[in-house]
């Protein structure tokens, strides 16, 4: 799978984020989608012909798979990983929304006009709004994919050794997983990065809400000095 998309996308949007953001990216990119290119891919390898069981009665073995391998850990992960990193593309869509809406207004209304925005990238108004919805739909979903890992295997861990008795299997038999300590060592650094990322995207949501209740709480205590002091320098000048 190419994933320069998703890379070109990442570096983006990093111009338009907090600081939080920006780690949120470092970590996005450094420790999940390189480790998952570079390793995970590798490691998994054909996940069902490396798992083996010890019978040869046809259809055992599928059957056996299917049941404790639903749906494979690295297409979760890419599905995790696109679904987490593609809301950023909201916020830049936004910004070229506002950048096309300020030249219009500029083609319009001569170059000497005012502007319809003092800085196109800047978090106010319904930019603030699709950031906060983005890092929340972001959380949202890695949560639920580490919570369906959780569901859909049981836990994080790897036994070497598996118990399957389904049709058409004649009786309990003995499966192995092929490499069960490498799969669960990056199964627990997968969860641990997602649950850092929804953490950080907390972080964000809390520092962007409380640098806005500040701004609100401090502009009319701002604009009630200025008229103090506009009221004062008029009144020496009469």
């Known amino acids: 799978m190419n994933w320069a998309f998703l ?33 995970a891919e590798k490691v998994w390898g054909d996940e069902q012909k490396d798992f083996s069981c010890n019978t040869i009665q046809p259809g055992c073995h599928n059957v ?16 995790q990983l696109i679904f987490v990193t593609c809301p950023s593309l909201l916020v830049v869509m936004h910004v070229a929304y506002r950048e096309d809406r300020e ?3 500029r083609a319009k209304h001569g170059e000497g006009c005012g502007r319809l ?22 959380m949202v979903v890695d949560s639920v994919f580490v ?12 036994p070497a050794l598996i118990k399957c008795k389904e049709d058409p ?8 997983i092929a490499r069960p300590t490498e799969k669960r060592i990056f199964t627990i650094f997968m969860v641990v990065t997602s649950l850092v990322c929804v953490i950080l995207s907390l972080l964000e949501i809390f520092y962007l809400v409380g640098k806005r209740c500040c701004e609100c709480v401090l502009s009319p205590q701002y604009s009630r000095q200025l008229t103090v002091t506009t009221t004062l320098v008029n009144g020496k000048e009469g």
């Open 7 to 39: 890379q070109g996308l990442l570096s983006g949007v990093n111009k338009y984020s907090t600081a939080f953001g920006r780690m949120w990216l470092s970590v996005v990119f450094l420790f999940r989608l390189m480790v998952f290119v570079v390793a």
């Open 64 to 79: 056996c798979y299917d049941f404790y391998f639903p749906v494979s850990h690295v297409r979760l992960w890419a599905l």
């Open 103 to 105: 030249r219009k207004y």
């Open 117 to 138: 925005y003092s800085d196109t990238g800047k978090k106010r108004g319904g930019l603030w709004w699709t950031y906060i919805l983005t890092l929340i739909f972001k």
């Open 147 to 158: 919570f369906l890992l959780y569901y859909m295997y049981e836990g994080y861990n790897f």
């Open 169 to 176: 299997c004649p009786n309990v038999v003995d499966c192995f």
